[in-house]
């Protein structure tokens, strides 16, 4: 029987980046992940799709699974072979309880390995503008639990000596005891205006930073409602932060951004708005799918080289084109002296991807525009290919038709309504978790309407900035009930992300 293997993953503070690049391996190629809170839910995606995922933490209508049941999970997992990632926020031996289940591995003779994370005492404050440590303020720093009631007899930390003894003291788990905290380190010598800060959820979009003294911190946050999960910062250096804040300052600091493209190409939306300091947050809604019948396209693969120009208007187009073109055993030669147009620079790019050179890409990137463009450069009885996706619009070929060409306007892939989780997303709009959402085609919105089936939407939409790619989808929002507050001056998703930008969200 095949072992199985248990690993110990620091998933980082919350920031999906700041994972090591060994611990995202052992999510790919986990059979089970058990995960807490902590660790930031978008890693998750990396799991393969029959990947058992297990939630441990506490939730609102769940308690916590115990420390002791979580062990055996873990034995019991890899004792069935099963590839086991353990995924804990931070780093797995700070305060993770991680030597406590590798106590146990050990124990029952599982096999294990460590893979250390970034520990949020050091990347939450880095994200606050706090360095740990500076040779102007500290040359050194602790990393405390906050969880041990200070007043508590023969405490396991000794207040006396860290309140004067070291620089910078990070606390964490500290937020249910920060004023007793705070009077620990007073009684004990540190200057009452010592300053302090406290960061909730750092490195994530909802990080927030709340900064006082040692006197008076216990007391804006509870003004502030300041809860956990949050590091508490006391020293010198927090004073750094209004030099050093970078990550808060971020255009779109704060923001989740809903991404419903289909999967194949959020990336490089979802990239871009992370650049940016916002959380993209993917869910498609609609799928490429190949066509029903591929008779029409295989007909016109077989005959490339009697049309005059082949017009590509969208990168699947370009991908399905040459996909299906290698399936029949046949490459880019077949397009010998065709003239190729693409809609837009991404296109462009996929063709150039394929070492084929493009003749025509036209200003703007709408249909009415191509029409334009190709005016003169087709001629009456040229044979046009149209390799597009079965609900494109009819105005182009129109058009061609129009100018005498002979237009084939082939199927040659299909987008249909994805099926992600509705509910979820139902509930993050009613939350108001979201606060921008991104439209790049008239499908994707009629596909977004169609799987939130809400008879509410005009009260989910409620404050949220509706974001569409052009005229023609923010046209098809409309019909759908669904107001857009912002419109992309430029057909791309470079002017869909500068609109918002602009917008002042
Ligand atoms: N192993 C973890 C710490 C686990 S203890 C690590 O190395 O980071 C849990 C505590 O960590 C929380 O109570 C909080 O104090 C801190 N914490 C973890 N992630 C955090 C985040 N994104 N923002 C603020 N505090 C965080």
């Known amino acids: 029987m095949k072992t199985g293997i248990v690993y110990l993953v620091g998933a980082g ?17 986990a059979d089970v992940i058990v995960y807490d809170r902590l660790a930031s839910p978008r890693l998750l995606t990396a799991a393969k799709p029959d990947a058992e995922l297990i939630y441990v933490g506490k939730s609102p209508d769940r308690h916590a699974m115990k420390q002791h049941e979580i062990n055996q999970l873990l034995v019991d997992k890899a004792r069935a072979g099963l590839v086991v990632t353990r995924l804990k926020g931070g780093d797995p031996f700070v305060f993770g309880r991680g030597g406590e289940e590798a106590e146990t591995l050990v124990e029952n003779n599982i096999k294990f390995e460590v893979v250390p994370g970034i520990t949020s005492a050091v990347a939450v404050p880095a994200y606050a503008g706090i360095p740990v440590t500076h040779r102007d303020a500290t040359s050194n720093f602790a990393v405390i639990t906050g969880n041990e009631d200070p007043t508590k007899e023969g405490s396991n930390i000794a207040w006396d000596k860290i309140a004067t003894g070291i620089g910078t003291l990070v606390f964490l788990m500290g937020m249910g005891n920060l004023h007793l905290i705070c009077e620990k380190l007073m009684q004990y010598g540190r200057p009452a205006d010592t300053p302090v800060a406290l960061v909730r959820w750092g490195t994530r979009p909802e990080q927030r930073t709340l900064v006082g003294t040692l006197e008076d911190i216990a007391e804006k946050a509870k003004q502030a ?107 880019v030669r077949e397009l010998y002296g065709v003239k190729i147009c693409a809609i837009g620079p991404k296109t462009r790019e996929a063709l150039e991807n394929y070492g084929l050179l493009v003749d025509y890409v036209p200003g703007e990137y709408r249909a009415e525009q191509i029409i334009t463009g190709l005016e003169g450069k087709v001629q009456p009885g040229d044979r046009v290919l149209l390799p597009r996706a079965d609900i494109a619009r009819k105005i182009l070929p129109q058009a061609l038709a129009e100018m ?32 921008v959402l991104t439209f790049t085609s008239s499908s994707t919105v009629r596909n977004f309407v169609e799987l939130l089936a809400a008879d509410n939407l005009n009260e989910l939409l409620e404050g949220v900035t509706v974001a569409s790619i052009g005229p023609i989808t923010s046209s098809t929002a409309k019909e759908l009930g669904v107001k857009v507050t912002v419109e992309a001056e430029e057909y791309t998703i470079e002017g869909l992300v500068d609109a918002i930008l602009k917008s002042n969200i």
């Open 13 to 29: 503070p919350g920031d999906p980046g700041l994972i090591t690049k060994k611990g995202y391996q052992c999510i790919e190629k």
């Open 404 to 435: 005498g060409a002979q237009v084939e306007d082939v199927v040659t892939y299909r987008t249909v309504l994805s099926t992600g989780n509705a509910g979820e997303l139902k509930e993050m709009l009613e939350r108001k978790e979201l606060h």
């Open 225 to 331: 409602e300041f809860k956990n999960p949050a590091v508490i910062v006391v020293g010198e250096v927090v004073n750094l932060r209004e030099k050093l804040s970078w990550f808060e300052k971020k255009p779109l600091y704060g923001k989740r951004v809903l991404v419903t493209r289909s999967r194949e190409q959020a990336s490089i939306l979802s990239r871009r708005i992370e650049e940016l300091g916002g959380e993209p947050w993917e869910f498609p809604t609609i799928r490429v799918a190949e066509p029903e019948d591929y008779g029409p396209l295989d007909k016109a693969l077989n005959q490339l080289s009697s049309y005059r120009w082949v017009v590509f208007t969208s990168v699947n187009g370009v991908k399905l084109f040459f996909k299906r073109l290698r399936t029949l055993n046949k490459d």
